[in-house]
């Protein structure tokens, strides 16, 4: 399945081109930041990613950890926010074909993505993790633990790069996919699932919420993650770090990591 969507998204992406899909003309707006349209900042997310993003109980309204990252950033850009909900396995594609300024949406910076996308200083850290449900008598020590049970994890993210891997190294053990991380949750909650790999800030909060009895049992290494912008708009770039810089040194970052996650988790990114 995962393969089939993966040619299928390469193919449309070469048709794409030959189409003439090519990236819109910037526009300079009053505050001088190059956006794709005059005056608003348009942001690319993958709106089912609690608490980074996610749907407010009415269903429409984006709230989260980038969502209010993402707010605070256009207003010290002086311009509106507005965001596009899109599929993970399609975020990328969007910002190449400029549907969006940029992407904030627990984009993990990575050599591969450096290349070829702009990245700002990272404004979190993230890892790599291992849930379990609470009283699960499983001994977990490392990934390798996971031999012979039934694990879920988001799609097409770093969750499945790793899993994969391990699988072709010759883990065996029976690989649930969904497409958004909260459904290992509730599949975790039912019993379909013995275990989740999933992202560190994720885990915090379904850790944190009453409603999901589940305690994190492992942690791997830490990796950042940052607000990934097309490659060649450099000038928006250097206006996105100027502000979050800005926004570091007043204290919103910290304020944000601390109603999102109750505490601090964001000042350990910087220098």
Aim: hydrophobic share 40%; charged share 20%; glycine share 10%.
């Amino acid at each position: 399945m995962k393969k089939s969507l993966v040619s299928v998204c390469a193919v449309l992406a070469v048709l794409a081109l030959f189409a003439g899909c090519a990236p819109k003309p910037l526009v300079v707006s009053d505050t001088g930041v190059p956006t794709i349209r005059a005056g608003v900042l348009s942001v690319g997310m993958e709106i089912g990613y609690p608490p980074m993003e996610y749907y407010d109980a009415d269903g429409t309204t984006p709230i989260g950890f980038d969502v209010l990252l993402a707010k605070a950033l256009g207003e010290k850009l002086g311009l509106p926010v507005e965001f596009e909900d899109t599929s993970w396995d399609g975020i990328f594609a969007g910002l190449e074909t400029s549907k969006y300024d940029m992407i904030i949406s627990s984009v993990t910076i990575t050599g591969a993505r450096q290349e070829k996308y702009i990245f700002p200083q990272a404004y979190i850290s993230n890892a790599q993790s291992i849930v379990l449900p609470e009283g699960s008598t499983q001994s977990i020590t490392g990934l390798e633990s996971l031999a012979g049970m039934r694990v879920a994890y988001q799609a097409d993210t770093t969750s499945d790069d790793i899993m994969t891997e391990l699988a072709e190294g010759g883990l065996s053990f029976t690989a649930f996919e969904y497409d958004k991380v909260m459904n290992c949750f509730d599949e975790l909650r039912t019993g379909r699932v013995d275990v989740i790999v999933c992202d560190s800030v994720v885990a915090y909060y379904y850790e944190a919420n009453p409603a999901y009895t589940v305690n994190i049992v492992w942690e791997g290494e830490g990796e950042e993650l940052g607000i990934c912008i097309r490659g060649g708009n450099a000038a928006l770039g250097d206006a996105v770090s100027e502000a979050l810089d800005e926004l570091f040194a007043d204290g919103t970052v910290q304020e944000i990591s601390r109603q999102v996650f109750g505490r601090d988790i964001v000042s350990q990114v910087r220098p």
